[in-house]
């Protein structure tokens, strides 16, 4: 009988319809082969030869129970079928109309007993009387932003957004550039002490606070912002400005917690070799600029044993002041954060605003030698960016150039193809094998800010590196060197990755805290990806050719040796600053020049020979 079928067996409509307690045993009664085979045994055992009748006999038998097997086996499956077959329908469908519908492919049923069995249908067919949710819109209006300036100076400024949790924070026009020789490190040491003990709360009360909501706080120093921020759930919107607020205003700087922290940034500047790229973008700007900039933005190691509570209660008094604090949130109904915020703020006393500390790029050259053999050196090559976030088209082209120079390691740990289309990239990368990283940066400050390459190769190619590291600089300076589809790449990455960002609500909230510290407002996101579509091909190459009139900065860490007691500076124009100098004092062991790594006067001349 089972032969005879054509059919063809779909076990995905089979199983789709067998209760979950089904087995074999249902189909099959296997007792027959059992009883057959125990039979066979004893005639084995006994020896007993039958004659060629009785064998005959015997096989006929056989036959005829494995029929009754099969005939048995439809039955049931029959019987079966009408049991379960419209469980699949149950499962899939929502209404009768949907379960009867048939469908042209057999099922296992149809294998088995040569009928048709029932089929649901596909799972991307719409249910009948089931209306589908309307679609999103193209154009979803950005929540508006809202501020008031209280009478003592400070901002209080808020944006709405979906989503049942909010973001808070602190932000105040203060950095290392204030800092002084003996409030040195003071930047540094007051991110570390951040939601710390103060007059109203232990440091173990502000954890278990912190904890009972869910929240999570976080603190950012800079050399120009200090932020606080704080995020949790909306429902908790007082308790977050509350505590957030306590903290940025009632420090105490117990002893033993600022001792804990110092023993804290003594071992992390013991472990800065293993970071040389961190080491070499603090070096960059401490020998490229005199003055505010050039202060360090890391604790030199020798202020460690001065610094004390007293001397950042000192810091707090005179630079956390109203006209130069900003809350900024995310997420939360300006009246509700207004009322909430006010009176713990408004009593703040009005004092005036200070200047902003004067800083002076000179360039210059920073070599140190690595404690150990490493077989490795790292390089930055720099130049400076007149006019800062200030001169805000100059800062966006700049932000749209490094994304069209690019680089990155030698392996992509973004995942495959990250970052390969970027010139750097394709035109280094790929060609010199020795590199095992080659990426373009920039820091860009209010006023000023730097634009460069850093390189990581092995020692004995260092030379080469900053060949080539020139060549690109000088590349991107020269008129069409740069074609309309590289730029517009990078334009669309720009713009891309700015929208990313601002999907987190943490980045948001200190986007308009930074930004009304910056420019008194906050700039829509849409002006932005405007000033970025407008670039065009001159706009890069007038931008680059602005950066290579400015003096070379040079960076160096790798295996050296030792040719003096000191460490190498140059300064291309003018000697280095004592601030500078104070800065290499403290940070650096004697030294060392990094060997293999060309002179700066060799390399500035590269630059000023066009």
Known sequence: ??????????????????????SLRHLFPFRNHQTCDRTHARETETGARQPPSSRKAQFLRGNNIKVDMYRSAASRLRALKGRV?????????????????????????????????????????????????????????????????????????????????????MYIDCGS??????????????????????????????????????????????????????????????EMVELLIDSVRNPVFIDWEVNEELKRVKDELSQISNNPQGLLLEAIHSAGYTGALANPLLAPEAALSRLNGDILEEFVAENYTAPRMILAA???????????????????????????????????????????????????????VPGGWHNEKEAITLTVLQMLMGGGGSFSAGGPGKGMHSRLYLRVLNNYQQLQSFSAF?????????????????????????????????????????????????????????????ESRMIVAEDIGRQYLTYGERKPVDHFLKAVD??????????????????????SYGDGNNISSS?????????????????????????????????????NSIFHAK
Request: aromatic fraction near 8%; hydrophobic fraction near 40%.
């Open 1 to 22: 009988q089972l032969a005879s079928l054509n059919d063809k067996p779909s076990f995905s409509s089979f199983f789709s319809v067998l209760p979950l307690n089904f």
């Open 85 to 169: 077959g419209n469980l699949g329908a149950t499962r899939y469908a929502a209404s009768s109309a949907v379960a009867s519908t048939t469908s042209s492919s057999p099922g296992i049923f149809s294998w088995l007993i040569g009928e048709r069995a029932s089929s649901f249908p596909p799972l991307n067919s719409p249910f009948e009387g089931v209306s589908s949710p309307p679609s999103l819109p193209d154009y979803v209006e950005p929540s508006k932003i809202k501020s008031k300036t209280l009478p003592n100076g400070l901002t209080i400024v808020s944006e709405t957004a979906p989503g049942p949790a909010a973001s808070i924070g």
């Open 177 to 238: 550039i204030y800092e002084t020789p003996q409030s040195c490190g003071a930047t540094h040491l007051l991110e570390r002490m951040a939601f710390k003990s103060t007059r109203n709360r232990s440091h173990f009360r502000i954890v278990r606070e912190v904890e009972a909501i869910g929240g999570s706080v976080a603190s950012s120093a800079s050399r120009e912002q200090i932020g606080y921020s704080f995020d949790a759930l909306k429902t908790y919107v007082p």
């Open 330 to 384: 995310s997420g939360v109904e300006f009246e509700e954060l207004l009322s909430v915020a006010e009176p713990l703020l408004s009593d703040l006393p009005l004092v005036q605003h200070p200047e902003a500390p004067k800083s002076v790029y000179v360039g210059g050259d920073y070599r140190r030698q690595a404690d150990l053999p490493v077989h490795v050196t790292h390089v930055a090559l720099a130049f400076e």
């Open 442 to 502: 920039n820091s860009i400050f209010n006023n000023t800010g730097l634009f460069g390459i850093y390189a990581t190769t092995t020692s004995d190619f260092v030379a080469k590196a900053v060949d080539v590291a020139a060549g690109e600089l000088i590349s991107i300076a020269t008129p069409k060197q740069v074609s309309e589809t590289q730029l517009n790449r990078a334009k669309e990455a720009t713009k891309s990755a700015v929208l990313m960002n601002l």
């Open 534 to 555: 407008e670039i065009t091909l001159k706009d890069i190459t007038d931008i680059s050719q602005k950066l290579l009139a400015s003096p070379l900065t040079m960076a």
């Open 567 to 603: 460490p190498f500076i140059c300064g291309s124009l003018i000697p280095p600053s004592s601030e500078l100098m104070l800065f290499i004092f403290l940070c650096s062991p004697p030294l060392l020049a990094v060997i293999h790594v060309p002179s700066y006067e060799s390399v």
